[in-house]
């Protein structure tokens, strides 16, 4: 598990989950999990040096909330790293479902679901990222922001474009 790969190498290390609303953000799930709404989290500004989210920000609704309640929590130099579901020929993200005012789901393309690693729920995908977000992301506040593009076949990364994007945030922030 790559949170424990982090945990025997570096201290100071925070593992948080998403369990909708049955746990407030911030709190302990039944399992011994930290809770987080990556939308309202519970640190502290300026607090962590990284954040790390792998497939997370497709799930929510408001991303560009999450984008920059990232970027409060980290210091100075700090970057966020994480992996989405990401269209390199798509200009613009798009767009599968959004939450209208009543809190009602309106599908706009076929739903897509993706499994969760807590439960055996799945978890519905809003968005596929297209080269929009990273200007989305300069806007939340990053200073600098990149796509890694990688491919392997020693590691078994075989499949179609995969990307890895780092958010650095500014030293006079």
Known sequence: MLYQWFVNRHMNVVESEYSG???PSGKKHANGLKIED??????SDNQFDFVLSFDIF???PDFLKAFQECFRILRPNGRLFFTVPFDVNSEKNIVRA???GNNEIEHLLPPEYHGNT???DIC??????GWEMLDQ???AGFANVDAHLYW???FGYLGGDQAVFVAVKSSST
Do not use: D, P
Request: proline letters at 0%.
């Open 58 to 60: 497709e799930h929510i």
């Open 152 to 154: 392997s076949q020693r």
């Open 118 to 120: 807590i439960s055996s």
């Open 98 to 100: 959004v939450v209208k």
């Open 38 to 43: 990556l939308t309202r989290l519970s640190f």
């Open 21 to 23: 609303m049955t746990v």
């Open 124 to 129: 519905l995908s809003f968005y596929c990222f």
């Open 137 to 139: 992301l300069r806007g």
